[in-house]
T-cell receptor, first 112, second 110 residues
């Protein structure tokens, strides 16, 4: 079974630009979650989608948004990028909780 | 507030020695507890979970964890450490969504 796939693996953007990250979950997984990982803040929960509906949301500004498609694939968008948005963005999929999360290898975003 | 805590930023152990990575939780009700490992530039990999039942949980790569309700702990253990176990380890609990600890860097020296 293919794992969670995140594209692209690396991104370099300039302040003020916007970016879209993509995540393809494991087949059959309907829950997709997004996390931001930075050395200083650790793993921060962004949001979770289940069957195209946002089920949970973390404490991030409105510049961070996401969506899930009918095939469970998910995208997250960050608008008006700031230097502090530089991070590893991780996507995870799962069966209905409390099944474990299965993570992709992340997208490394660098904002200059 | 519900949370998990990893009191040690870093743990150093010699290859062949037993290792312990600590995790304590503050969760109301019955917690669903997990351990994950992260290698450089990779996502997190699931190691093991405690949902209910036996307090000693066995997981991947020879790791195990002991759920201790009286001490509200869920320490990760391995009888004999390998250099390849060197990585970042996260404890997590699930209550509607996942909450992760701050992570512990494990260094296993040859």
């Amino acid at each position: 079974k293919a794992g969670v796939t995140q594209t692209p693996r690396y991104l370099i953007k300039t302040r003020g630009q916007q970016v879209t990250l993509s995540c393809s979950p494991i087949s059959g997984h309907r829950s997709v979650s997004w996390y931001q990982q930075t050395p200083g803040q650790g793993l921060q929960f962004l949001f979770e989608y289940f069957s195209e509906t946002q089920r949970n949301k973390g404490n991030f500004p409105g510049r961070f948004s996401g969506r899930q498609f009918s095939n469970s694939r998910s995208e997250m968008n960050v608008s008006t990028l700031e230097l502090g948005d530089s991070a590893l963005y991780l996507c995870a999929s799962s069966l209905e909780l409390p099944s474990p999360l299965h993570f992709g290898n992340g997208t490394r975003l660098t904002v200059t | 507030a519900q949370s998990v805590a990893q009191p040690e930023d870093q743990v150093n152990v010699a290859e062949g020695n037993p290792l312990t990575v600590k995790c304590t939780y503050s969760v109301s009700g019955n917690p669903y507890l997990f351990w994950y490992v992260q290698y450089p530039n990779r996502g997190l990999q699931f190691l093991l979970k405690y949902i209910t039942g036996d307090n000693l949980v066995k997981g991947s790569y020879g790791f195990e964890a002991e759920f201790n309700k009286s001490q509200t702990s869920f320490h990760l253990k391995k009888p004999s450490a390998l250099v390849s176990d060197s990585a970042l380890y996260f404890c997590a609990y699930n209550f509607n969504k996942f909450y992760f600890g701050s992570g512990t860097k494990l260094n296993v020296k040859p």
